[in-house]
């Protein structure tokens, strides 16, 4: 119940299209979930975050999809760029509950080609 | 404002060995997660600090342990090390203040392989 299921494991998008990660959790105890990008040889650095009240979030390029009934949600990446080459993980909290511990999606990894 | 830092950022040691590895998190923040980051189980929690007591542990045997000092600044040990020890850690710090929901920010992490 503690999984969060991330879909696809790889993603291949030509420059200027759009990127579509999905992840999918069990537990409804979660209550915030962000998205991280990470660069090879760098940490996570966060990319987006949304909570369960709203169904959708907006930040330049990117864009959180959330389906509270489905307890789904997704990351669009829009006007894809060489750039955002780089592997993305979902992940989930339960921070009502006074923790800051995330349970991360398996990530996937986007290359975008110009 | 620095970021987290992680020491040493690479590491290498030779199984039944033990490690000690250094997170020093942004300036004010209270909160400190440990991650273990591998090819295989992806990114899973250790455990996470607040104001010196561990607050949350993940499912991890007990050669892994961690602390956190007065000043937030945390460590983590593994003792006995196995191969399977072997990946990137990463720590992350929030400002866990009134209450408020906080991004983590991570640091770069120490690659550690256990040869």
């Known amino acids: 119940q503690q999984q969060v299921k991330q879909s696809p494991q790889s993603l291949i998008v030509q420059k200027g299209g759009i990127s579509i990660i999905n992840c999918a959790y069990e537990?409804?105890?979660?209550?915030?979930f962000p998205w991280y990008q990470q660069f090879p040889g760098k940490g996570p650095a966060l990319l987006i975050a949304i909570r369960p009240d709203v169904s959708e979030k907006k930040e330049g390029r990117f864009t959180i999809s959330f389906n509270k009934s489905a307890k789904q949600f997704s990351l669009h990446i829009m006007d894809s760029q060489p750039g955002d080459s780089a592997t993305y993980f979902c992940?989930?909290?339960?921070?009502?509950?006074?923790?800051?511990?995330?349970?991360f999606g398996t990530g996937t990894r986007l290359q975008v080609f110009p | 404002k620095a970021g987290v830092t992680q020491t040493p950022r690479y590491l290498i040691k030779t199984r039944g060995q033990q490690v000690t590895l250094s997170c020093s998190p942004i300036?004010?923040?209270?909160?400190v997660s440990w991650y273990q980051q591998t090819p295989g189980q992806g990114l899973q929690f250790l455990f996470e600090y607040f104001s010196e007591t561990q607050r949350n542990k993940g499912n991890f045997p007990g050669r892994f342990s961690g602390r956190q000092f007065s000043n937030s600044r945390s460590e983590m040990n593994v003792s006995t090390l196995e191969l399977g020890d072997s990946a990137l850690y990463l720590c992350a710090s929030s400002p866990r203040m009134d209450g408020s929901q906080e991004t983590q920010y991570f640091g770069p992490g120490t690659r550690l392989l256990v040869l």
């Open positions: 537990n409804t105890a979660f209550d915030y």
């Open positions: 992940a989930a909290t339960e921070f009502s509950y006074n923790t800051d511990k995330l349970i």
């Open positions: 300036s004010g923040h209270r909160s």
